[in-house]
């Protein structure tokens, strides 16, 4: 597979769905977007932003909920030559000032309901804006503002993409090490495109007949591949929500309810819809994480397996419990495929794969990428040992911006170092060993937190588990645990310590462990040990 040298993906997109203009290719909270609308709107923006004086090449903040218009301002940017920065939306007024200083954003676009956070980010100086869109505005718009479908209904469509070379910085997402400053990974044209074609099509077999619905939002690089590379490489319909997944917000997505409230924004179904087919109702592929899988099985109104539409369902940002992953196909009779990816990568480069699920392992590389497993001498360890893991493959981030320090340590030659630890059996299928600074030595060997974590998972009263080292009297490291138990659960700590050291070697139980109310996560749900680790210094 190549890609010739001039390519824009946006405009790549538009040519590939051209035919379907009537059919649905997102739904979110307010309505529908057909495909043609999808592009006129694009192009409107891409237009918009010429005339606001943004030139090729230049960063614009992307800091939207998810919903219509966040695909629109991706693409529209891409379309223009002008590369979307995407944030997170949860984050903090001084997250934002770093990020417009360190981006040198020319313009931003905007949810009305973040607004407010970002002009107290803006407030402080240090930025380059001089443009801003504001998508769904709850008040009067600052000084030199423009609504984002004012903006759009004046402009005439951009009549053609900017030429792009595929390997052209396409767009940022900022990676959220466990420690320091966002980085700002930088992605070709191209990356967007190699993910669809590597793993979008032949791993998930997505077809225009799917409805698809990730939980992970799509300033993520999961929730970007799941809501957008991939199902508009095949035509498909993607359910997008604005709210937090909740089970119950997730929920209500699966039996077909897309608005908030709990009010059908859908045709009855088998009502024929605008482009002449059954109106697509519920989805049929979920992409998750194991927090929320957990939450939601735990939870008392999860739906019936003939209430929902799923075929499969995706997971990464952690490992996932293989008991996690039995207990929702005995429930749903529908497989989660696991795997993992990263921001640097852009999307999943090991998963298991439909029909070849090895429950409590990540699957085997996806094809196209080759993986690599290597020990503290930076050779390559042999199967059953715990080493390095390291990629290769076409979809690799370009650089952190601006850190040629991280960006030499991580970008190593065409390898990329993920900081994640591994093994392999005999049978080529890896298995979750940890993040490099979450690994813990016991009496001189590695020991995996999440391997307790997910063996403790397996007592019934618990919910969810994290694991961290502690130095024990003797200043000697032992793994202390900390533990969620379900509503209207009980166990003690003897008989969790007993739990785990009856199924695991002995020396991998927990010396220690205390019992919270939650444990503190990332916005997709990745379980940040590190501030476990904090607060036991401070202990």
Request: net charge negative.
């Amino acid at each position: 597979m190549t890609l010739p040298p001039r390519f824009n993906f946006a405009g790549h997109l538009f040519d590939l769905n051209r035919e379907r203009a009537a059919r649905p290719a997102y739904i979110d909270d307010r309505g529908t977007l057909s495909y043609g609308q999808l592009e006129d709107r694009s192009r409107r923006l891409a237009a918009a932003l010429q005339a606001a004086g943004i030139r090729r090449e230049e960063r614009v903040l992307l800091l939207m909920l998810d919903g219509n218009d966040w695909p629109v301002s991706f693409l529209g940017c891409l379309y223009a030559g002008v590369v979307p920065v995407a944030v997170n939306t949860l984050l903090t007024s001084d997250d934002y000032a770093y990020m417009l200083d360190h981006s040198r954003a020319q313009a931003a676009l905007v949810s009305g309901a973040l607004l407010p956070t970002l002009q107290e980010a803006m407030s402080r100086g240090g930025h380059e804006v001089r443009a801003l869109f504001v998508s769904q505005p709850t008040g009067a718009l600052p000084e030199g503002a423009q609504e984002f479908d004012a903006a759009l209904a004046a402009a005439e469509p951009l009549a053609a993409p900017v030429t792009t070379a595929s390997d052209d910085p396409g767009f940022w997402l900022y990676s959220s090490g466990s420690t320091g400053k966002p980085k700002g990974t930088v992605h070709t044209h191209a990356n967007l495109w190699w993910t669809a074609e590597l793993y979008g099509k032949p791993v998930l077999a997505l077809t225009e007949d799917d409805v698809c619905f990730s939980a992970a939002k799509m300033y993520f690089a999961y929730g970007l591949g799941n809501a957008l590379t991939f199902p508009l490489s095949v035509g498909a319909t993607v359910v997008l929500m604005a709210e937090r997944p909740t089970p119950d917000a997730t929920f209500r997505r699966w039996v077909g309810d897309t608005g908030p409230q709990g009010a059908s924004r859908l045709p009855p179904e088998g009502a024929a819809s605008a482009w002449g087919g059954p109106a697509p109702m519920r989805p049929t592929v979920f992409f998750g994480a194991p927090t929320g899988f957990a939450g939601m099985l735990a939870s008392p109104k999860l739906p019936a397996r003939e209430a929902v539409a799923l075929r499969m369902c995706s997971s990464a940002g952690e490992a996932l419990p293989g008991e996690i992953a039995q207990r929702f196909k005995q429930h749903f009779g529908c497989e989660i495929i696991d795997g993992i990816g990263s921001t640097e990568m852009l999307h999943i480069f090991i998963s298991n794969r439909p029909g070849d699920v090895r429950y409590g392992t990540t699957g085997r590389p996806v094809e196209g990428y080759e993986v690599e497993l290597r020990g503290e001498d930076g050779r390559p360890v042999p199967d059953g040992e715990v080493g390095d893991l390291y990629i290769r493959g076409p979809s690799s981030a370009l650089m952190y911006w601006s850190n040629r320090e991280k960006s030499r340590e991580t970008f190593q030659g065409g390898w990329t170092k993920s900081g994640d630890k591994y093994t392999r059996d005999a049978d080529g299928y890896y298995t979750y060993a940890g993040r490099s600074d979450d690994m813990l030595k016991v009496s001189g060997i590695y020991v995996s937190p999440f391997e307790v974590e997910a063996t403790l998972m397996q007592h019934p009263a618990v919910l969810e588990a994290a694991v961290i080292g502690k130095e024990d009297a003797d200043g000697l490291t032992k793994t202390k645990a900390f533990v969620v138990l379900k509503d209207g659960s009980a166990a003690t700590e003897e008989e969790l310590k007993a739990f785990v050291k009856e199924r695991l070697a002995p020396y991998k139980y927990p010396r220690f462990l205390e019992f919270v109310g939650e444990l503190p996560k990332t916005a997709t749900g990745k379980i940040q040990r590190f501030r476990l680790r904090e607060k036991e210094k401070q202990a």
